[in-house]
């Protein structure tokens, strides 16, 4: 399916007349399908919701931030979602001729997720801090910071100086150390392909 929706993007391209893409703020709405693997098994790969905000700078950078769940089935009728929140920054290589098909690559840090029915994954934990009730019982307040990276490539096509397509495929990787059996770490490795649309102000 990428290399279909990789050539049509190229068709297009052809096909459309020069655009120009903008610099600065854009904001954008993607479906991603994920396939998890490595320590996490039995999950069926899907497809979810993501969103995208980001700015950029000249020809040939952008910062972009990004948030998106997926839904995956596992043990027949049983379902687990894998949320993410990302910080990447793109290299942009515009194609001398063909002005509105924009190639790209990424790479960046993020925050995983992995929520089953009984229990959450998380990783990097840290004490935030300890409280106790009126009755005694003391409580730990935790919190889970960034545990994973990601990187990958991708390309733009601009249909106006406001509005481009965009398809992407993204190798994740991240570890689980809290809500595991045991506490015991867990690797992840989360193959997505992406596809959606940016607005660009």
Known sequence: MARVVTILLFVMALLVGSVEAKDGFYIGAYYPYNSISKDIQGLESGGG????????????VALEL?????????????EAEFEGGTLDLKFLMPITGLPLLEPFVFGGLGKYVLEYPTVKYRGNV???????????????????????????????????????LGVAYAVRKM??????PG???????????EIGVNYHF
């Open 126 to 164: 840290d004490q935030f801090y300890r409280y106790t009730e009126a009755d005694g019982t003391v409580h730990d307040a935790k919190t889970s910071f960034l545990n994973g990276y990601q990187f990958g490539l991708g390309a733009d096509l601009y249909l106006g100086p406001e509005l481009s």
């Open 49 to 60: 919701l993501g969103l995208r905000a980001g700015v950029r700078t000249g020809d040939h």
């Open 175 to 180: 570890y689980f150390d809290w809500g595991t």
């Open 66 to 78: 990004s948030f998106f769940e997926t839904r995956h089935q596992f043990n027949g009728n049983q």
């Open 183 to 193: 506490n015991q770490e867990l690797r992840a490795r989360v193959r997505s392909f």
